[in-house]
């Protein structure tokens, strides 16, 4: 089948390598331009963009479409059978949408109509959601709105993270891609009620607020890393939270409960306090809680913010 690819992230990597490896014929991979990224600034390809040339594929990389008549015609000129579309980017416009024979399939790390947008992994974890999945998705103009072709759910345990949700569902939206292109299999409607957004996440959505519950907390902290990561104060110092666990406890919220980094919360689901397990502190390597306070002991009572 001759197709468009179109995903920028490495979420969307393990579809294109799938896609080339069953022999599919790529016509042109659309992603992100390069962009500055690190600690030096160097202007990098996105994942998908690598992918792409070591495969030895045609890459383009247009900032915007909405508008772009030259791009929208050279999209139709693909004569393209479908797209499939995992984390682009971009709004594809209708002209765009309209072009391939079998329009346009979108991988969806969530199963719809819940977690539609741009943070659907992240969404699920931090609302404590008891599974998610991928959809396969038939698109048209709305967000995340078009009809379902294929769904497949995993279970989110009380140790999962986005890390490893993200990997997971990669693969599925691979395999499932495969599928819908073999199978062409009838879309099926979201259902009217029940759609909950996603949406892009900030550097503040990290900073943990001390008053809400542990079990929210620990929440947070899955969800977050690597991006945008989650983070407190102590004594000046802004120190990146890895990995906690929440733990029976009680105290002034934000305030060590003895010396090894168990921090008093809110009251309520899962105990009263989260032991900080993995930190990273400013110029510093992660390390284990263990290792971090051997170079800096923390008297209880210490406040963090």
Known sequence: MRLAFM??????????RALHA???????????????????????????????EA???????????????????????????????????????????????????????????????????????????????????????GLDTGAMLLREAIPITPTTTASDLHDALAEIGARLALRALAENPPPIPQPAEGATYAPKLTRDDGKLDWTHQAAALDRQVRALNPWPGTFTTLEGETLKILAATPQPG??????????????????????????????????????PAEAFLRGRPIPPGTRLG
């Open 7 to 16: 995903g920028s992230p490495g979420f969307a990597v393990p579809a294109l």
């Open 250 to 287: 009680a105290g002034t919220p934000g305030t060590t409960l003895d010396a090894s980094l168990l921090v008093a919360t809110g009251p309520g689901e899962g105990g009263g306090a989260l032991r900080l397990t993995r930190i990273q502190a400013p110029g510093r390597a992660a390390m």
């Open 55 to 141: 495969l030895g594929l045609p890459v383009r990389t247009p900032a915007r479409l909405r508008k772009d008549e030259a791009e929208h015609e050279a999209f139709r000129a693909l004569n393209l059978d479908a797209a499939v579309v995992a984390a682009y980017g971009l709004i594809l416009p209708q002209a765009m949408l309209d072009a391939p024979r079998r329009g346009c399939l979108n991988i969806h790390a969530s199963l719809l109509p819940r977690w539609r947008g741009a943070a659907p992994i992240q969404a699920a974890l931090l609302a404590g959601d008891p599974e998610t999945g991928i959809t396969l998705m038939q698109m048209d103009a």
């Open 22 to 52: 069953a022999g599919h014929e790529i016509a042109a991979v659309y992603c992100q331009p390069p962009r500055p990224a690190g600690r030096g600034q160097a202007v990098r390809p996105c994942p998908v963009h690598a992918a792409a």
